[in-house]
């Protein structure tokens, strides 16, 4: 199911047009987040912290929640609290089991079909991004990765991030497009002139993601929703390829 989050005559409501750059998170937005691959990382980051500090799996839990609600990532939160060292909590993290991944042909297709440029943009490595795309048969569809690294480990949804996405590739943001499945991310794309598709799923791991899942209105700051992303590109595919004003 897909939709406008508007009604037709909302001043909100945006359509494709005059796009020409596709912007995507990855995890839980470029392969459904109901193959628990991001579970796996969850899990690792709380190994991790058990490990580091010592604590129960329960406790670990804890840490990794609130640091995540504070800081925009656990790892933003280990790094200013804890001084943790970035690469060796990453490669940990991201050490896990990508067999839940299968090839989305159908996905592919609508984004083969999108004109303009077509990236990726995560808070995660771009080594996780490039296996994860690499299984679901879509890496080579990207111009480019915009990962954690790039982003100085300052995590989206940080205003100074996204403008060093945009400002670095010359991408203008009323002519961009946000693919996420976190709806507070979506604040700062919004804000920057951006369309935001809100890619929506049963798995809820943070405030702003249970709101949507409980089926209240969303935000202003969300244009569109889809729960089928591959479906919502090929819409979006065939009216473009169709010309301005077709139905």
Known sequence: MHQCARSAGDQHCRCFDAINAWVFDLDNTLYPAECNLFVQIADRMNAYIEGLFGVSEAEAREIRRDYYLRFGTTLAGLMELHGVAPDKFLAFVHDIDHSPLVANERLASGLARLPGRRFI???GTRGHAES??????ILHLFEEIFDIKDARY???PHQDTFKAFLAGRGIEPDRAVMFEDLPHNLVTAHDLGMTTVLIRSSYGDHPSQNEVVAG???PRHIHHMTEDLAGFLDGIGRQTAAGPGAA
């Open 132 to 137: 994860v795309a690499e299984h679901v048969g």
């Open 216 to 218: 209240k209105r969303p």
């Open 154 to 156: 300052i995590p989206k």
């Open 121 to 123: 943009f995560t808070n």
